[in-house]
C-alpha cells in the first residue's frame, strides 16, 4: 500500500510552516504521488492567514502544477460547539477539499458530550468533506454516535500520521476511531498534515495501523489514482 494523494499540507501561507506550494507539489511529483491538497489553517488560527486567501486560492492558483493535481482546500478551525468554522460558507463552496478540525488554540476543550455535539454539527455540514484529525484526546467524544454520524452524512475521516506523534494519546485512539469507521464503512485518508515539504506523503505509521486492524483497502481512499480523482470529482463540483 502507498498513498498517491498527500491530502493534507500546509505552507508559508501561515508561520509555523516553511515550504511553498510549489515546494510541496514537486516534493510530491518527485515521491511519485499525483494529487497534493493545499489544505491551510483558517484564519482564526493566531498566524493563519487572512481570509482573503481562501477567496483568491481557486482563481490564483492552477489546478495542475509540477505534473500534479492540485485540489484548492483548506482546513478550517472549528470554533466552538455548535460547528461553527472560520471560513464563511460562500468561499467554502468554491475550494475542493475542506477539512475542519479541533485545535485548542482556536477552541477550549470541552465536556465529551459538547465535543460530541460539535462534531455532530460537522457531520452534518454538506460543505465540509474531511474530519480532521479526531483522535486528539484532548477533544474526547462518544466514538459511536458520531462515527455513525460521519457514515449517515458521507463524511471522509482522515487518520493523521502526523498526530501519532504530537497530539496525546493519538495512537490508541486513532486505531479505536479506525475500528468504528471499518464498523460502519466510513472511508479514510491517511496524511501527513506536512508543514514542511520533506513530509509529503510521509504517512507509513498510519497506514501500518490500517494494516494491523486489518481494514478495508477499498476504503483508503487516497492509495489508487482512480479512486481518489472519483473522490475529487465528487468533493469539488460543490462549488459550481
Ligand atoms: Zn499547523
Ligand atoms: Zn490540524
Not at 509540477?66 to 472549528?78: D, K, P, T, V
Not at 465529551?112 to 484526546?137: F, Y
Request: proline share 5%; net charge negative.
Amino acid at each position: 500500500m502507498k498513498v498517491i494523494a498527500e491530502t493534507h499540507s500546509h505552507t508559508v501561507a501561515c508561520s509555523h510552516a516553511y515550504s511553498t506550494i510549489t515546494e510541496n507539489a514537486r516534493a510530491a511529483a518527485q515521491k511519485g504521488l499525483h494529487f497534493l491538497c493545499v489544505t491551510e489553517h483558517g484564519p482564526a488560527m493566531k498566524d493563519g492567514p487572512h481570509e482573503w486567501f481562501f477567496k483568491n486560492l481557486p482563481q490564483a492558483v492552477p489546478d495542475e502544477l509540477e505534473g500534479i493535481s492540485i485540489l484548492r482546500g483548506a482546513e478550517a478551525n472549528i470554533l466552538d460547539y455548535q460547528g461553527t468554522l472560520d471560513i464563511p460558507d460562500t468561499d467554502l463552496n468554491r475550494l475542493d477539499w475542506v477539512i475542519a478540525s479541533y485545535h485548542t488554540v482556536c477552541c477550549e476543550p470541552g465536556s465529551k458530550q459538547e465535543h460530541t455535539n460539535g462534531w455532530l454539527s460537522v457531520a452534518s455540514n454538506p460543505l465540509v468533506d474531511v474530519i480532521g484529525h479526531c483522535g486528539d484526546a484532548r477533544f474526547d467524544f462518544d466514538f459511536d454516535t458520531v462515527i455513525a454520524a460521519f457514515a449517515q452524512y458521507g463524511k471522509i475521516v482522515e487518520i493523521n500520521a502526523h498526530s501519532f506523534d504530537c497530539r496525546p494519546g493519538s495512537k490508541k485512539r486513532c486505531r479505536e476511531v479506525a475500528l468504528l469507521c471499518k464498523k460502519y464503512q466510513v472511508p479514510v485518508v491517511c496524511s501527513s498534515d506536512a508543514h514542511f515539504y520533506t513530509q509529503i506523503g510521509k504517512v507509513q505509521p498510519a497506514l501500518d495501523m490500517l494494516r494491523e486492524i486489518e481494514f478495508p483497502e477499498e476504503m483508503i481512499l487516497n492509495i489508487d489514482v482512480e479512486r481518489f480523482q472519483k473522490i475529487a470529482q465528487e468533493k469539488s463540483p460543490k462549488k459550481q
